[in-house]
């Protein structure tokens, strides 16, 4: 796809900015920065040595084209709602759309369980395939009351502002600080008691 295979190579064609997206539902934004394009009237042409002719470029962007078409993230023979958007509870991985057994069966699996690059032989994810109706209806029948009943999102927001949509350690975590205070009140409460009963006084506090 770079345009030096031909004889131009381009100055000022990219742009360095802060990370904006995740790698999974699970993980955080991503740290650093990365390129992005410029607007092409911002680029600068520099003429070098052709390694192809324009045709076999043109013929390999044809190919290249039709190759993405076919890729399974764009084959929209079976669509996945939720494809990209759920990751892995094991691996917390990015889970994608895969069907098997000639179009009968449609899945989503974690990439850990395809992706070489990312996996060590032996380490690979050992999470089941789930099947898709088993994450797209109860997704779908959500969409569809928040679309049909929009007070469902202030209730929602308000759940979320309150803690509870926090993960099970950290709810568990919530729970003991809240323990903690509420056991730290009492003893200042017995403290402030025996205080003003003359049991102790500041010096011995």
């Known amino acids: 796809m770079n345009h030096a295979y031909v004889g131009i190579a381009y100055a000022n064609r990219l742009r360095v900015v802060p990370a904006k997206h995740r790698l999974s539902a699970l993980r955080p934004v991503g740290k650093g920065e990365g390129p992005v394009e410029r607007p092409k009237e911002e680029w600068i042409p520099i003429p070098v040595p052709a390694v192809v002719s324009q045709e076999v470029f043109d013929q390999v962007q044809a190919k290249l084209s039709?190759?993405?078409q076919q890729s399974p993230p764009n084959n929209k023979a079976h669509r996945y709602l939720v494809r990209g958007l759920v990751s892995c509870g094991?691996?917390?991985?990015?889970?994608?759309?895969?069907t098997l057994h000639d179009g009968k069966y449609h899945?989503?699996?974690c990439k850990g369980h395809t992706d070489v690059l990312r996996t060590a032989p032996g380490e690979r994810c050992k999470s089941?395939?789930?099947?898709v109706s088993r994450l797209d209806?109860?997704?779908?029948?959500d969409l569809c009351e928040v679309l049909t009943q929009p007070e469902t999102i202030a209730y929602e927001l308000e759940r979320a502002h309150g803690g509870q949509w926090a993960p099970q350690e950290l709810r568990a975590r919530i729970d003991t600080l809240n323990q903690a205070e509420k056991l730290l009140k009492h003893q200042q409460g017995r403290l402030?008691?025996?205080y003003l009963a003359n049991v102790i006084d500041l010096e011995g506090v």
């Open 128 to 131: 089941r395939y789930i099947p």
């Open 90 to 98: 094991m691996c917390r991985l990015s889970a994608h759309g895969r």
């Open 107 to 109: 899945y989503y699996v």
């Open 192 to 194: 402030l008691e025996a």
């Open 66 to 68: 039709l190759n993405q």
């Open 137 to 141: 209806e109860p997704v779908w029948l």
